[in-house]
C-alpha cells in the first residue's frame, strides 16, 4: 500500500476486554494478563538488591528509586493536578534540610527525623508555595523554578544551617540494605497509592481541575484547597527524597537544591510516559543508569538529558510507558483509507 | 542622586533584557524560557568573533544578532511549533532547551573571568555629581531606542501590525490572511535579536558566566509576571519598580537580598492582581 492513503487501525485485545470487570478472575489466563506486568514490576525491584552484587550499582539503584519518586511527584502535579512545577529540586532541598537540622539538633532517630522531614518538609514548602497556587501554566512554572535558585543564597547569605559547609554529622542508615530496601517500598506503595488515588472522587476532581477549572468551581467545590492538597501530596514525596538523601549520604549541603534534581525528574517523567504513573519508574530505570555511564562527560550530561528531553517531547510525546502499553492492550495493522 | 541615577539605569537594563521575552509571550503566547540561554550565546558568540576569529567590532556584533535570531527561528520551527497549544509542554521544551544551551556552554569551559566582550565608549562621566561610565549612559539609550523602535514597528508597519493582531486573536487574524506559524516565527526571531541586542550592551559591564543566563531569565521573567505578561507598558512599569526596589536593597541591605525582592515581588503580584499590573488578558481565566 502506498504511504498516503492507509493508517493504522488499531483493536482492543479480547483479553483486554474481558479483564476490565469482575470476570477478571474467572479464567487464569485473565488473572495472568492482569498480574503479569504488575507482579514484574514488584518482583523485579525488589529481587534487583539481591542481583547486584557490586556497591556503585547498588547505590545506583538507590537513586533510580529517588529520581523515580521525584518524577511521580512530577508527573503527578502536572498531568493529575495540572500545575507545572520546574522546581522539584525545592522540595528535595527542603526535606532534607528538615530532616537534617531536626537530627542534628534533636538528636533523633533516623526514622522519626525522616518522617518528620518528609512531612514538615511538605508542610514547610506548600506553605510557601500557596501564594502561587492561583496561578496556573506559566505562571506557576516560573515561581516554581526560582524557589531553588532563591533559597541556597537565602542560606549563604544568613549563614544558617551551617552555611556553605551544610549541616554534617547526620546518622546514616546501618546497611546498604536497608538503604535499597526502605526507598524501594516507598517507591512501590507510593506508585500504587498515587495509582489508586487519582481514580478515586479526589482524583476525579484533580482531573477536572486541570481540565477545566472553571466548572469545577462552577461546581462548587474550592479549587484552591484541592490544589493545596495535591500539592501537599507531591511535596511530601519531593520531600522524602530529600530526607532520605540527607541520611543515605550523611550530610545536607545546598547542593540539595541542584539543578539535577529539577530537570532530571522531568526527564524521566517525559521518557517514562507523560500521564502515565509507572512510566515515571520505568523512564529512571533507564535515565539514571545511562546518567552513570556518562559521568565521565561532567555538565556535558545535563546538556543531552536535555537533548533527549526535547527529543521525545517533538518526536515521542507519549513517551515510552503509553507505547508499551498499546502493544500490550491493542493490535493494530494497516487498513486502506 | 546617585541611587536615582542608578536605579534608572538597571531598570533600563531589566527592560532590555525583558522586552524580548514580552514581545514572544504577547504575540505567540509562548514562554521562550530560552531567553536567558540566547542571551549568554551572544555574549561568547561576540566573545569568539572578536578573539578567535579576529572580526572586528561592528562585525562581531552585527554577526552574532543574526546567529541568535536564526537560532531563535530554528528553535520555533523545530520544537516550539509541535508542541503548541499544550503548555506543560511547551514550557518543559522551552526551559529544557535553555539548559542545554547553557549548560553546554559550561561544559565547553567557558568559565572564568577571560570573558569580557569590550564595552562602545571607555572613560567616564559626571552627572549631576555622580560618575557615571559611558557604557551606562548608552544603556539607556539603547533601552528608550529599543522601546521607541517597537512602538513604531507595531503600530506603523506591516509585519508589526500583524504580530499585534495576533497577539489580539490568532483566529481572526488567520482569517485575515495573516500566516500565523510564519509570524511566530519572526516573532521568535525578533525577540531572540532583542535578547542578543541586551546582551550587547549589558554584558561589557561585567564578565560573561553562565549564571548570568539563569538571572536574566529569572528577572525577565518578573518583569513580565509583574507587568502582566504580555503588556508591553506593563514591562515598562515593572522594570522601574524592579529596578528602584534592588537598588535601594543594595544600598540599604545587601546584593543577596536581590532575588528575595524579587520573589516577594512576584508572591505579591499573585496575591493582590494575579494578572498583573497592567495586564488584561485572561484575567479571569488566570484567576481561578
Not at chain 1, 507482579?39 to 529517588?66: A, D, E, F, M
Not at chain 1, 538503604?179 to 488515588?197: E, G, K, M, N, S
Not at chain 1, 526527564?267 to 517514562?272: K, L
Request: proline share 3%.
Amino acid at each position: 500500500m502506498p504511504q498516503e492513503d492507509r493508517r493504522k487501525k488499531r483493536l482492543d485485545r479480547g483479553v483486554k476486554v474481558r479483564t476490565e470487570g469482575i470476570y477478571a478472575i474467572s479464567a487464569p489466563r485473565d488473572i495472568a494478563y492482569l498480574l503479569i506486568p504488575r507482579l514484574v514490576l514488584i518482583l523485579g525491584l525488589l529481587i534487583l538488591p539481591l542481583l547486584l552484587q557490586n556497591i556503585y550499582w547498588q547505590k545506583v539503584l538507590c537513586i533510580i528509586c529517588v529520581f523515580g519518586l521525584l518524577s511521580l511527584s512530577f508527573n503527578f502535579l502536572t498531568h493529575f493536578v495540572g500545575i507545572v512545577n520546574l522546581g522539584n529540586a525545592f522540595f528535595v532541598g527542603v526535606g532534607g534540610y528538615t530532616s537534617a537540622v531536626l537530627q542534628s539538633s534533636f538528636k533523633l532517630s533516623p526514622v522519626l527525623s525522616i518522617i518528620a522531614g518528609t512531612f514538615g518538609g511538605a508542610l514547610i514548602s506548600t506553605t510557601l508555595l500557596l501564594p502561587c497556587l492561583p496561578a496556573r501554566g506559566i505562571y506557576f512554572a516560573i515561581a516554581s523554578l526560582m524557589y531553588p535558585l532563591l533559597f541556597p543564597r537565602i542560606i549563604e547569605a544568613l549563614n544558617i544551617f551551617g552555611g556553605t559547609d551544610g549541616v554534617i554529622g547526620i546518622t546514616t542508615f546501618p546497611n546498604i540494605w536497608v538503604d535499597q530496601y526502605l526507598v524501594i517500598i516507598v517507591l512501590l506503595v507510593t506508585l500504587f497509592a498515587l495509582r489508586r488515588l487519582v481514580n478515586e472522587d479526589f482524583g476525579l476532581i484533580l482531573r477536572g481541575i486541570k481540565d477545566n477549572d472553571q466548572a469545577i468551581r462552577a461546581s462548587g467545590i474550592g479549587v484552591t484547597w484541592y490544589k493545596t492538597q495535591g500539592l501537599f501530596i507531591a511535596s511530601a514525596i519531593g520531600c522524602f527524597t530529600g530526607a532520605y538523601l540527607v541520611h543515605l549520604y550523611g550530610w545536607a549541603g545546598i547542593s540539595l537544591f541542584g539543578l539535577d534534581f529539577s530537570i532530571f525528574p522531568i526527564a524521566v517523567s517525559v521518557v517514562g510516559g507523560s500521564g502515565a504513573l509507572v512510566g515515571s519508574v520505568v523512564g529512571s530505570l533507564i535515565l539514571v543508569p545511562m546518567s552513570e555511564t556518562l559521568r565521565a562527560f561532567g555538565t556535558l550530561r545535563i546538556m543531552i538529558y536535555c537533548l533527549i528531553l526535547v527529543g521525545f517531547i517533538t518526536l515521542k510525546p507519549e513517551g515510552l510507558m503509553r507505547y508499551f502499553t498499546r502493544k500490550y492492550e491493542q493490535f493494530e495493522h494497516w487498513t486502506r483509507v | 542622586m546617585g541611587i536615582l541615577i542608578y536605579s534608572v539605569v538597571v531598570s533600563i537594563t531589566l527592560l532590555l533584557t525583558a522586552i524580548g521575552f514580552a514581545l514572544v509571550y504577547g504575540v505567540s503566547r509562548l514562554a521562550n524560557f530560552a531567553h536567558g540561554g540566547l542571551y549568554i550565546l551572544t555574549g561568547y558568540l561576540v566573545w569568539g568573533f572578536l578573539n578567535k576569529l579576529g572580526v572586528n567590532y561592528i562585525g562581531a556584533t552585527i554577526l552574532s544578532l543574526i546567529i541568535v535570531a536564526v537560532v531563535g527561528a530554528t528553535i520555533y520551527q523545530f520544537v516550539l511549533k509541535r508542541v503548541r497549544g499544550m503548555p506543560e509542554s511547551e514550557i518543559i521544551a522551552s526551559f529544557s532547551l535553555a539548559l542545554g544551551i547553557m549548560e553546554g556552554l559550561r561544559s565547553l569551559g567557558l568559565v572564568g573571568f577571560a570573558y569580557t566582550i569590550p564595552v562602545f565608549v571607555r572613560g567616564t562621566v559626571v552627572v549631576a555629581g555622580v560618575p557615571v561610565d559611558w557604557q551606562r549612559l548608552i544603556i539607556i539609550g539603547v533601552g528608550l531606542g529599543v522601546v521607541a523602535f517597537l512602538w513604531v514597528f507595531t503600530h506603523y508597519t506591516k509585519p508589526g501590525l500583524a504580530l499585534r493582531a495576533m497577539a489580539q486573536d490568532e483566529r481572526a487574524a488567520m482569517m485575515l490572511g495573516i500566516d500565523s506559524d510564519l509570524m511566530a516565527v519572526v516573532c521568535l526571531a525578533l525577540g531572540s535579536a532583542l535578547a542578543a541586542v541586551a546582551a550587547i550592551t549589558i554584558l561589557p559591564l561585567g564578565n560573561i558566566t553562565v549564571e548570568t543566563g539563569y538571572n536574566v531569565l529569572i528577572y525577565a521573567v518578573a518583569v513580565c509576571v509583574i507587568g502582566g505578561l504580555g503588556s508591553w507598558p506593563g514591562a515598562v512599569v515593572a522594570a522601574f519598580i524592579l529596578g528602584f526596589a534592588q537598588i535601594l536593597t543594595t544600598a540599604y541591605l545587601s546584593p543577596q537580598w536581590h532575588m528575595v525582592v524579587v520573589l516577594l515581588a512576584i508572591l505579591l503580584t499573585f496575591i493582590v492582581k494575579p494578572s498583573g499590573l497592567l495586564g488584561r488578558q485572561k484575567q479571569l481565566e488566570e484567576r481561578v
